[in-house]
């Protein structure tokens, strides 16, 4: 009795370890994006949310549009239940006023979020950081100046934490073409991109070459536009509001497929570089926003092709539509 009983015993030690090593294993992550410009930023977020392996610490809004984009953040996160992640103010520069998501959250009140707001999202960046027992992921989808400030404020956050980004352009261009581009995150402040890429840190990218050749479309948008789960849901209300506000697209787009989905990438590099070619690169920064290929330039992990775009297609998919 006495050896069934210490048998029963090490097997609820294992199961309560085994349990313990699995929450511990997930990947902390801040988001820093300019949500509420390309709808891709949304997505984004709901692909980081739909993603168990991740613990989200904060998100914070970048380039400019600080309100309207803290009122997306926190309406987003409100509605898909996670109200315990912080929602931090970005700084106030490069542009200001509104976007294409502004229906969405007209009337939303910030100051009714449940969860906590901080009006300097650079330093809470920082704080989350500097305090975190284990290495932060920073996933970052737009242009960089909360990242350049961060910098400056603490160079050390560079020894506790990982760069993820959606930046520029290698050897492919916007759709797949061959002319490489001034890739929009980086052309928009390329200063703070030269600051952020070439930082001591570890740095992983998806360039146009891989995000800028991801969409949606048949059965696969069909599954999507028709899931009852919150996030998916809130995803593609924005999505038909975004819409209506650009002329050069199909306003009834939004019924039968996605626009490209550039930031999802990043999210799914954040955990993974499953179904993606890396190479390993030197890349610098011009001051006209082209990212180069150059051996004075810092290495980084570069996804340079797909390997199997439909499997990472259907993956985003599943997870966004999972209950």
Not at 22 to 42: C, F, L, N
């Amino acid at each position: 009795m006495k050896n069934r009983f210490t048998f029963l015993l090490a097997g609820l030690l294992c199961l309560t370890l085994g349990f313990s090593a699995q929450a511990a294993e997930k990947i902390p992550v801040i988001y820093d994006s300019d949500i509420g410009d390309d709808i891709d930023d949304t997505w984004a977020l709901g692909l980081l949310l739909q993603s168990p392996e991740f613990d989200l610490k904060l998100v914070v809004g970048d380039h400019g549009k600080t309100m309207y984009r803290a009122k997306l953040f926190a309406k987003l996160l409100e509605t898909a239940g996670r109200a315990d992640v912080p929602v931090g103010i970005g700084l106030d520069i490069n542009v200001q006023g509104g976007g294409a998501q502004s229906e969405w959250v007209e009337g939303y009140n910030l100051n009714t979020y449940p969860g906590k707001i901080y009006p300097d999202g650079v330093q809470a960046l920082i704080d989350t950081i500097m305090s975190s027992p284990e290495p932060i992921t920073l996933i970052c989808v737009g242009p960089l100046p909360n990242i350049k400030e961060a910098l400056k404020r603490e160079p050390r956050i560079v020894e506790k934490a990982r760069f993820v980004g959606m930046h520029g352009s290698v050897r492919l261009g916007y759709g797949g073409s061959k002319d490489i581009a001034a890739e929009y995150n980086v052309k928009q402040d390329p200063k703070a991109c030269q600051v952020t890429l070439s930082a001591l840190w570890d740095i992983t990218i998806t360039p146009l070459d891989t995000c800028g050749l991801v969409d949606l479309q048949g059965e696969l948008y069909k599954k999507f536009a028709e899931s009852q789960t919150p996030i998916a849901k809130a995803i593609l209300e924005n999505f038909r509001i975004w819409t209506q506000h650009h002329t050069n697209l199909n306003p009834e787009m939004w019924k039968t497929q996605s626009s490209t989905l550039f930031d999802t990438v990043a999210v799914h590099l954040g955990r993974t570089t499953d179904f993606l070619k890396m190479e390993t690169l030197s890349i610098t920064v011009t001051e006209d926003g082209f990212t180069q290929i150059d051996d004075k330039g810092k290495s980084m992990q570069v996804a340079t092709e797909w390997l199997d775009k439909q499997a990472f297609l259907a993956d985003l998919v599943n997870r966004l539509t999972a209950e």
